[in-house]
């Protein structure tokens, strides 16, 4: 009788504990479920603490813009960095003149990449100059710019009959025409439709080579290290003009040029509204990865293609894609018209035409028009239809990936194409017409070339959909017009920018170097572009570049490389006043972000992700504040 007794008891207790159990599962699931749905007093309560709490943060973050200096700041009682001299309103620090002239003329190595070792480095706020006012919205800012945002007239005079630029009382008009253009970029372009499919969606990237580059005579200079007005000659790029009026074709064109001794048009270019980053085909290799390019142009850039034995026509050809076209416009094409002009003679030019000619066919590019000023070439889609020549001096280069790139020299060598297995197949993958390609699985994914399933890649652009979708709710101006030069610093698949595709901003996809898999291909593929970089340096751009700013994992990723406060003094040069950044990263990489930001005069506003604030992600938002060189800049 005990026995069973004892028996009923133990399954009564076993019955009871089921159902606490089941009880306490039910209401810790409800009890998760209310709160990551954002309604109740316990997340009200909790929000307003962390509002209470935050050190800086303001209550209505503003973002709209000023259009003068005459614009307070807000004071923060954390010790502010101070600003740098007036004098370095433009300071590129890994273009510095100064530092330039120490290295050799040679094949342009003084005009590339030298920055300063971390001892020189400035830790100061890169000022804007007086007046600085916010560019005007795309598509006003392609043909104006106010004069007091990149105040130099040389241009204006030295290259008055070119007519790159006009001065129209503050502005700054481009007309889209020029020695290169005497039509019009759009009659120039159509010319170049009438061989390329420009239109249909079939080229999407493009690179425009050494715009508003020079060349400088053969002529010995008494002084090596004073760089001489001799010859100087621009490009047709025209500050980036080809690239701006090539938007309306939905190509996105990536230009880049040295920094001029004597003009800016690099900045000429990012103050319309156009992409462009200062580099020069010198010595080092492009920090592009292989196949990148749809369509790559150079006009009257002057660059010695067939010196160094064509070595500059081959890095041309590794960056372009199998089946893209190369634009030569200017010399030595046409050179029976233009010879006297350009000073060289008949049987010099014409060796040189021919010399390029030979590298083309070399490279298995096949020309397709010539006619007045313009060659074009289109590069074969893979090994079977190259009618390669022998050349036994010119042999096939490895393929060594991201860590190839970055400061790697260039060689003398042909990037071999991709294996395929019949004459019809494209080396490396057909591409979908554009926009179809931006969401399509790219070639590199679907082969597993870079380690990256399908199904990753495709949950990623789930991911970045809602992100940004969450990130248009803070701020209501993305989206609107009011970003139109945009930077995502650790670009992963490019899924940020897709996500933000539109005809109004452009999206510059940073992988940096030190990234665990290289995707800026990927990121190639789907019809958008980006550069590798390293941010425990200085981007190659000039200050007041960007609009919007998106640091994901930026912080984590460079914990043990380099100093959080070099990053977003960086940051801070790159950003124009007023312009946005967007930190999304670890809840302690965040906060210590938060502290440094309030010295940089920054205003900020923390948040949780879309998901609610159990995610350990946190979102930082901060908008640079206004002020200018010599300015009465009070704060508030």
């Known amino acids: 009788m005990g026995s069973k007794m004892n028996s009923y008891d133990v399954r009564t207790r076993r019955v009871m504990m089921t159902i606490i159990v089941v009880g306490l599962c039910c209401f810790f699931y409800v009890l998760g479920a209310w709160q990551k749905s954002g309604v109740g007093r316990g997340d009200s309560i909790a929000l307003q603490i962390t509002r209470e709490t935050e050190c800086g943060v303001m209550p209505n973050l503003i973002f709209e813009t000023h259009h003068s200096n005459d614009v307070n700041i807000y004071t923060y009682k954390a010790k502010n960095f101070e600003p740098c001299d007036a004098t370095l309103t433009d300071y590129t620090p890994c273009q510095d003149q100064n530092r330039a002239m120490t290295f050799p003329r040679e094949n342009m190595a003084y005009r590339e990449r030298h920055c300063p070792p971390n001892k020189e480095k400035l830790r100061c706020l890169i000022p804007a100059p007086k007046g600085y006012m916010t560019p005007f919205p795309w598509p006003k800012s392609r043909d104006y710019v106010p004069y007091v945002n990149v105040p130099y007239k040389s241009l204006i005079v030295e290259k008055a009959v070119q007519n790159w630029v006009q001065l129209e009382g503050n502005l700054l008009k481009f007309p889209g025409v020029g020695a290169m253009f005497p039509q019009g970029a759009d009659a120039y372009i159509d010319e170049l439709a009438s061989v390329i499919p420009i239109a249909d969606g079939t080229i999407r990237t493009a690179l425009d080579t050494g715009c508003g580059a020079f060349r400088i005579s053969d002529e010995p200079l008494s002084n090596p290290f004073v760089i001489s007005r001799q010859r100087f000659v621009g490009s047709a790029c025209y500050v980036a003009s080809w690239g701006a009026y090539l938007f309306k074709q939905n190509v996105l064109t990536m230009s880049f040029a040295p920094r001029d001794s004597h003009e800016a048009q690099v900045q000429f270019a990012l103050e319309r509204g156009v992409p462009a980053v200062i580099g020069v085909l010198g010595t080092i290799k492009l920090p592009y990865p292989s196949r990148a390019f749809d369509m790559v142009h150079s006009a009257r850039c002057l660059i010695q293609w067939t010196s160094n034995d064509g070595m500059y026509m081959m890095e041309v050809d590794r960056v372009l894609r199998p ?92 990037t071999p194409f991709p294996a395929v297995k019949s004459s019809n197949e494209v080396a490396g993958g057909k591409l979908k017409k554009f926009p179809g390609r931006l969401f399509a699985v790219p070639p590199r994914v679907a082969s597993g070339s870079v380690g990256v399933s399908k199904e990753t890649y495709e949950e990623d652009n789930r991911i970045w959909i809602k992100h940004v979708k969450a990130y248009k709710k803070m701020n209501k101006l993305i989206g609107s017009g009011r970003y139109r030069n ?100 670890g809840v302690d990489a965040v906060n210590r972000v938060r502290v440094l930001a309030t010295a940089m005069r920054w205003k900020t506003r923390m948040l949780d992700d879309e998901d609610g604030p159990l995610v350990p992600e946190k979102i930082l938002i901060a908008v640079k504040s206004y002020w200018v060189a010599n300015g009465n800049n009070s704060t508030l």
């Open 323 to 414: 089946g893209g076209y190369w634009i030569l416009s200017g010399p030595p094409i046409n050179w029976k018209t233009y010879n006297k002009t350009w000073k060289r003679s008949e049987d010099e030019l014409q060796k040189e035409q021919r010399r390029i000619e030979e590298l083309a066919d070399l490279l298995c590019w096949e020309k397709q028009y010539e006619k007045g000023d313009v060659a074009i070439w289109k590069k074969s889609i893979n090994d079977y239809s190259c009618k390669r020549k022998n050349d036994s001096s010119v042999g096939m280069c490895k393929d060594e990936g991201v860590d190839g790139l970055w400061y790697q020299k260039m060689q003398v060598c042909i």
């Open 486 to 585: 945009i930077m995502d610093m650790n670009a992963g698949f490019g899924g940020f920018a897709a996500a933000l595709e539109s005809s109004n901003s452009w999206v510059m996809n940073v992988v940096p170097t030190i990234s665990k898999k290289d995707t800026l291909g990927i990121i190639y593929e789907r019809g958008l572009i980006g550069i590798y970089h390293d941010w425990c340096e200085a981007f190659s751009t000039y200050p007041r570049s960007y609009d919007l700013i998106h640091a994901n994992g930026v912080f984590s990723l460079y914990q043990n490389n380099c100093g959080m406060e070099d990053i977003l003094l960086e940051m801070d040069r790159i950003l124009r006043p007023e312009g946005t950044i967007i930190f999304r990263d």
